[in-house]
Structure formats: C-alpha cells, structure tokens
C-alpha cells in the first residue's frame, strides 16, 4: 500500500510493508504526481521493509525530475538495511537520506 499526502509544497509518500515489483507502479504515480505540481517529495519509509530493484529505479527517476526542476528527494525512516544499501548503491550522494 502507498499513502500519499500533500501540505505546503511538499507531498509526503509513504509505502509500506515490501515494496516490490507489484507495488512499484502506485509509488512511481505517486512521485510522479507530486512532480507534476512541483512539490518536494519525502518518501517516509518508516513503515517499509525492504524496497525492490524497481522501487529503487522509481525513487531515482523522480530524484531526476525533481533535480531538474530545482526541487528534492528527501528519503526519511528507513531501516538500517535500507540505508546500507541507498549507501552501497551511492544513492546517498543524489537524495538526502534522514
């Protein structure tokens, strides 16, 4: 499941559970719906167990339409694993991660 919602410029999605090729379309629309108004977008992963290799491709396309138009990716709650891994893969140095 994605829950997504919108305050003051910034859209905040949070997906939960396993977030796999299955579930990968609905997070892909929801960032891409903020791009499209503009917003900054917070993916809060507190309720996300693990991110699959689309889920990862999803969050990097939005971190480039985001760049593009002056805005951000912040990533917040994520899991250790979760972070080992945006660090090994070096997403750390293209989206905040808090």
Do not use: W, Y
Request: hydrophobic share 40%.
């Amino acid at each position: 499941m994605i829950r997504s919602q919108t305050a003051n410029g910034k859209t905040t999605v949070a997906p939960e559970g396993n977030i796999g090729m299955q579930d990968t379309d609905a997070l892909a629309k929801a960032m891409d719906d903020a791009v499209a108004r503009g917003d900054e977008i917070e993916l809060d992963l507190t309720s996300c167990q693990a991110l699959s290799s689309s889920a990862i491709g999803a969050m990097i396309a939005a971190h480039n339409s985001l760049k593009s138009r002056g805005s951000r990716l912040l990533v917040s709650g994520a899991t250790d694993e979760i972070r080992r891994l945006l660090k090994l893969m070096q997403l750390d140095r293209h989206f905040e991660v808090a």
